[in-house]
C-alpha cells in the first residue's frame, strides 16, 4: 500500500487524484492532505479519506478548521506542506498546489527521498535548476503529471534523450485562439475561463488563454528532459488529441494520444513503472474525432510564448521573475483589476528591468519571486 500526500487537494488536479486513489483503494491511501483555505471542499474529503495531517494556507483558516474537525494534527503555511511532504510514512508526494509555494516542499520531499508527482509546473519554471540538481544528488525522479510531459516520459520510455532530436510540445490555443490581439481588448475573465478542451483551475486556464501555460511548459520540459531550447517546438493542435511528440535522431516521432482527461497522466506518475485500468475515463474514438489538425505558432500574436522562450534561454532569476509576475498579473486579471492584455505588459515591464542573476540560491529565489509581485502589484497605485 502506498501511503500519499497530496498538496493541493480542493484543486483541480487534488480531486481528480483523489478520484484514482478512490479506485484504487488496495494500492494507495490518503495519508496527508493540504489545501489553501476552503475549508467547505475540504471537509467531506477529510471525512471520507481521514488522512493523518492536514495542512492549510495559514493560521486564521487553521483556527476556523479546528472548529469543524477534532483532528491533533493540522499544520499551516510553507511549513506545514514541508511536514505534509516529509513525514516518514509517506512514499509519495503529488504536488498540485498552484503556483511557486509549491517549491521548498518539494526541494524537501527530494531530500527526504520521496517519490514526487509533480503537476506543480511553477516550481519548475522558478527554480528548475535547484530542483533537477537535488534530484540528481538524492536519486529521485520526478514523475510528470503535466499532460504534455506525462506525454513525454510515455514517448521516451526510458530512451536515453542523446536520442531525442526534438521534443513537439502541442497547444490547444487556449479561450482565444481565434480571436485577433485587437479582438484581444476587453476580453472579460468569464470568456478568458471558458477553455475550449480542458476543465482546468482558473489560472491555469488563463495561462492557457495567454499561451504562458506553453511558455512554462517548455521551460518545465526543458529542466525535466535536459533538452535546449531550441530542440523544444509548440505546434497548434486544436483537438487536444495529441498530448505531445518526441522526434528521435533517426526521424522517428512517436506521439502519446488520449481524450482530454488529466486522470490518466495523474494515474501514470502514481502506479509508474505499472499501468493500471482507468475505467472512469472515456475512451479515444478517432473515427467520430475524423481529423487531427497542426498550425504554426505566431509568435507575435502570442508574447508570452517569446517572452518564456527569451527568459527560459537567459536563465537563472529571469525565469523567476517571469513565474511570478505571471501569477501576480494573473491573479490581478482574476479580480477584475488589469485587462487581459495588461498580463503581458506587466510580465514584459519586470522582465526588461531584470539583472539576472546566474545559479540562485533558494534564498535568492524567494526574494526575487517577492519583489517581482510586490513591483507588479506596485503599477496598479
Ligand atoms: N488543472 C489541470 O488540469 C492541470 C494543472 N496543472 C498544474 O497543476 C497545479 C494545480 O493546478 P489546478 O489543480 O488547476 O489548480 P487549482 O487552483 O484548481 O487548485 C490549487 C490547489 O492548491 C491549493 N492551494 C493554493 N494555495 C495554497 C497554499 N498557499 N497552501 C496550500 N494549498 C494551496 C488550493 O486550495 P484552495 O482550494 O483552498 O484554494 C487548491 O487545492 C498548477 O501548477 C497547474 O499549472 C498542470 C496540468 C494540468
Ligand atoms: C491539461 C494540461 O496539461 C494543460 O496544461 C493543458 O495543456 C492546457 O491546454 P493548452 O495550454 O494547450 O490550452
Ligand atoms: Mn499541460
Known amino acids: 500500500m502506498k501511503q500519499v500526500s497530496l498538496l493541493g487537494a480542493t484543486g483541480s488536479i487534488g480531486l481528480q487524484t483523489l478520484e484514482v486513489l478512490r479506485l484504487h483503494k488496495d494500492e494507495f491511501s490518503l495519508y496527508a492532505m493540504a489545501f489553501g483555505k476552503n475549508i467547505d471542499k475540504a471537509l467531506p474529503l477529510i471525512e471520507e479519506f481521514n488522512p493523518a495531517i492536514i495542512v492549510v494556507q495559514d493560521e486564521m483558516t487553521k483556527d476556523k478548521l479546528e472548529k469543524e474537525v477534532n483532528h491533533s494534527r493540522i499544520f499551516s503555511g510553507s511549513g506545514g506542506l514541508i511536514e505534509a511532504s516529509v513525514a ?16 521548498p516542499a518539494t526541494l524537501k520531499a527530494i531530500e527526504a527521498k520521496k517519490s514526487i508527482a509533480i503537476a506543480n509546473k511553477e516550481t519548475l519554471v522558478t527554480a528548475g535548476h535547484l530542483v533537477m540538481d537535488a534530484a540528481r544528488k538524492h536519486g529521485v525522479e520526478l514523475l510528470p503529471v503535466d499532460s504534455e510531459h506525462s506525454a513525454i516520459y510515455q514517448c521516451l520510455n526510458g530512451e536515453s534523450s542523446k536520442d531525442i532530436s526534438k521534443l513537439l510540445i502541442t497547444a490547444s490555443g487556449g479561450s482565444f485562439r481565434d480571436k485577433t490581439r485587437d479582438q484581444l481588448k476587453g476580453v472579460t475573465v468569464e470568456d478568458a475561463l471558458n477553455h475550449p478542451n480542458w476543465s482546468m483551475g482558473a489560472k491555469i486556464t488563463i495561462d492557457s488563454a495567454s499561451m504562458m ?53 495523474i494515474q501514470y506518475a502514481l502506479t509508474y ?51 511570478a509576475a505571471n501569477e501576480e498579473a494573473v491573479q490581478l486579471f482574476l479580480e477584475g483589476r488589469i485587462d487581459f492584455l495588461d ?21 535568492t529565489i524567494l526574494s526575487i519571486d517577492k519583489r517581482t509581485r510586490e513591483q507588479v502589484r506596485s503599477h496598479l497605485k
Not at 516518514?88 to 517549491?103: H, K, P
Not at 528521435?248 to 486522470?263: E, I, N, W
Not at 502570442?302 to 517572452?307: A, I
Open 88 to 103: 516518514d510514512s509517506v512514499d509519495v508526494v503529488v504536488n498540485a498546489v498552484m503556483g511557486s509555494i509549491g517549491l
Open 213 to 265: 501555460n506553453k511558455g512554462l511548459e517548455v521551460i518545465e520540459a526543458h529542466w525535466l528532459f535536459g533538452i535546449p531550447y531550441d530542440q523544444i517546438h509548440v505546434i497548434l493542435h486544436r483537438e487536444s488529441v495529441i498530448h505531445s511528440m518526441v522526434e528521435f535522431v533517426d526521424r522517428s516521432v512517436m506521439a502519446q494520444l488520449g481524450t482530454p482527461d488529466m486522470k490518466v497522466p
Open 273 to 323: 513503472p505499472d499501468r493500471m485500468e482507468l475505467p472512469i475515463t472515456e475512451q479515444l474514438n478517432l473515427e467520430q474525432i475524423a481529423a487531427l489538425h497542426f498550425e504554426k505558432m505566431d509568435f507575435e500574436r502570442f508574447p508570452c510564448l517569446r517572452m518564456a522562450y527569451e527568459a527560459g534561454r537567459e536563465g537563472g532569476s529571469m525565469t523567476t521573475v517571469l513565474n
Open 343 to 363: 498580463i503581458e505588459y506587466l510580465i514584459e515591464k519586470e522582465l526588461s528591468k531584470h539583472q539576472v542573476i546566474h545559479s540562485p540560491d533558494l534564498s
